[in-house]
């Protein structure tokens, strides 16, 4: 009765007829445009991986599986393989970063889901976190350089500490929001067993929350895997292969992208392609893998 | 019986693991605490020699020792806001797309097409944005390579943000504008963005933390030009992560300090940029679930 009264209600009402069509015609523009957009991610997605399929595949795969085998020629202009070293550093930095970040990462997300819940100091922490997540790779780079390299030199576990630093707030961030799901009966019927926290926490919730604990870290190291900025300051430079993990300047493959992209040689650019396929390869594998596990585990439950 | 026992073994079990998750949590506050302090320390002998200058002046010379951290604070801010206008329609769009319109079946591979952009390292972006984009198509290394390159890649941010806040909107507002005749976009625009308003700036306002701190990509593209401060998106410029990643390898002990300076400075400016944008999301979030 009111809304009768209402002069603009009326107002509008009166005009909302007439006008369907036109209403209709802007919702469906409306909805094009967001499928344009959906369109533009697309985009530039296929667009980078045609150019690295078309440009890198030709390098990575010549006389398989030299390039990623052999060592980088210390001459950038020389053509040829190989990116072993880089793979091998890769694969240690990141593995290396995984066993700091993800145990640590686990602990502080159990403290603030079972522990520390809505205390202030958990939701300080908490907080921190999210703006940790937002602290740039080149700080947690410098950070590490400052209070590690400086002190023990160049190492595979530098970088290893610097992508750790990365790592760690998204590790808990995604395994705390796990936590949160697992229903609070289950906790309740262990403790009706008799069961200690700590055990309620490692053998019901933990398992409980597990697939997406391990997807959501998978999605971390592959966005580590890929990192730059941090190993810039802590890994240093090589072009052999360095098995030592705590010793001796190491190399990765986004680190040879970087060196090798402002080459002006043909040569070292057509590396710097390869070698950008294979860290994609791997960090899309990484994810598709995530993917996998999370409807494996939830299907098997 | 088994667990009685069990329990009663357990206690000091129970209180050193509840000790060491308090440690992990608190290791977070630790790391940003000793960024903040050893950076800080590091820095002192630039701020010593160049005092307020160094957020005064153009100018930044390596060999006469003279370090102006404002052209590169002006490339940082100028390139970070070119990245929001590409990232922020787009995100929303992606976001409302697959919230509002798509069928169930197709919002898993859109959301799985917004993580694998997620995943693709910021140096393979570097690289198809210099050798491609600013080679290929003659944008050349500027202000708008770097500013079109960062605003893809914070797109899957924005976007998975934007996703979560949308998908809090009640149902019942939305039903209740379509009962009152609405179309589909105007129940978005009477229900959904109302509802979801100030999460999506906090989400906004995250990705410009991110592209800010986008280092290699804009290492890579920029043109790593000194002292420009021009609002020409053509020029080459730099910005404070890239000019720290391009120059650190050839700097003597001064020079260090001042890149140091200039990651302080950046880290002060993301710390406060995600402050903010996170108190925007918590708050907007516990609205929700308060709404719920």
């Known amino acids: 009765m009111t809304a009768a009264n209402d002069p603009t209600f009326m107002l509008e009402a009166s005009a909302l007829r007439p006008r369907r069509g036109l209403r209709t015609a802007r919702s469906a523009a409306m909805t094009g445009l967001m499928l344009l957009a959906v369109l533009a991610i697309a985009l530039p997605l296929l667009a980078i991986l ?17 390039f990623f085998t052999s060592e980088i020629p210390v001459v950038s202009r020389r053509a ?11 694969l240690m930095v990141t593995l290396g970063a995984t066993l700091i970040a993800v145990p640590l990462g686990l602990l502080g997300a159990i403290y603030l889901n079972e522990y520390g819940k809505q205390s202030r100091f958990a939701r300080t922490v908490r907080f921190m976190t999210v703006v940790m997540t937002g602290v740039p790779s080149v700080v947690t780079g410098l950070f590490i350089y400052l209070v590690w390299t400086l002190n023990f030199g160049y190492s595979a576990f530098g970088g290893a500490l610097a992508l750790a630093c990365l790592m760690l707030p998204i590790v808990i961030g995604s395994a705390e929001q796990m936590l949160r799901l697992v229903p609070e009966h289950l906790r309740e019927a262990a403790y009706a067993l008799g069961a200690t926290k700590s055990r309620v926490v490692l053998t019901v919730a933990l398992p409980a929350a597990l697939p997406g604990i391990v997807s959501g870290s998978l999605l971390a190291v592959a966005r580590a895997a890929g990192e730059t900025a941090p190993l810039l300051f802590a890994v240093g430079a090589a072009s052999a292969f360095n098995p030592s993990f705590f010793s001796g300047a190491n ?6 992208i970087f060196g090798n992209a402002t080459s002006s040689f043909a040569a070292a650019q057509d590396r710097a392609w390869g070698a950008a396929l294979t860290l994609v390869m791997l960090a899309f594998g990484l994810t598709l893998i995530a993917r996998f596990v999370t409807s494996r585990l939830t299907a098997i439950r | 019986m088994r667990s009685v026992s069990l329990a009663a073994g357990r206690s000091k079990a129970d209180g050193t693991f509840r000790w060491l998750a308090t440690g992990a949590a608190a290791l977070v506050l630790v790391v ?5 302090a050893t950076m800080t320390e590091k820095a002192l002998p630039v701020l010593a020699k160049m005092g307020s200058d160094f957020f005064g002046t153009t100018r930044w010379s390596a060999p006469d020792e003279v370090f102006g951290a404002l052209p590169f604070i002006w490339g940082t801010l100028f390139t970070a806001a070119m990245a929001l206008l590409v990232a922020v329609p787009v995100s929303l769009g992606v976001a409302l797309f697959v919230t509002q319109v798509a069928p169930p079946w197709l919002r898993r591979p859109l959301v799985m097409l917004v993580d694998l952009l997620a995943v693709v390292p910021s140096v393979v972006f570097g690289l198809w944005g210099l050798l491609v984009l600013s080679d290929g198509f003659e944008l050349g290394r500027s202000f708008l390579t770097a500013g079109i390159i960062l605003g893809i890649m914070i797109i899957p941010i924005i976007t998975s943000l934007a996703r979560e806040v949308i998908e809090t909107t009640p149902v019942g507002d939305k039903e209740a504008a379509y009962a009152l005749g609405a179309t589909r976009w105007e129940m978005i625009r009477a229900a959904v963005l109302p509802h979801s308003a100030g999460g999506l700036v906090g989400a906004v306002m995250l990705g410009l933390g991110r592209a800010m701190g986008e280092t290699i990509a804009a290492a890579l593209v920029i043109g790593s030009a000194l002292g420009q401060i021009t609002p020409d998106p053509m020029a080459s410029g730099n910005s404070l992560p890239a000019v720290i990643a391009n120059e650190w ?15 302080v400075t950046l880290f002060l400016m993301t710390i406060a940029v995600n402050w903010i944008a996170t ?8 609205r929700a679930e308060g709404a719920r």
Request: no cysteine; aromatic share 4%; charged share 15%.
């Open chain 1, 251 to 256: 190399t990765a493959l986004s680190l040879q």
């Open chain 1, 80 to 90: 040829g393989p190989g990116m072993g070293p880089a793979i091998l550093g890769t």
């Open chain 2, 32 to 36: 940003l605490g000793l960024i903040a």
């Open chain 2, 279 to 286: 108190t925007i999301v918590q708050r907007s979030r516990r």
């Open chain 2, 249 to 263: 390898g050839e700097a003597g002990e001064l020079h260090k300090s001042a890149l140091v300076g200039l990651a």
């Open chain 1, 50 to 66: 045609w150019s690295l399929v078309s440009k890198g595949a030709a390098t990575a795969f010549a006389d398989f599986p030299a």
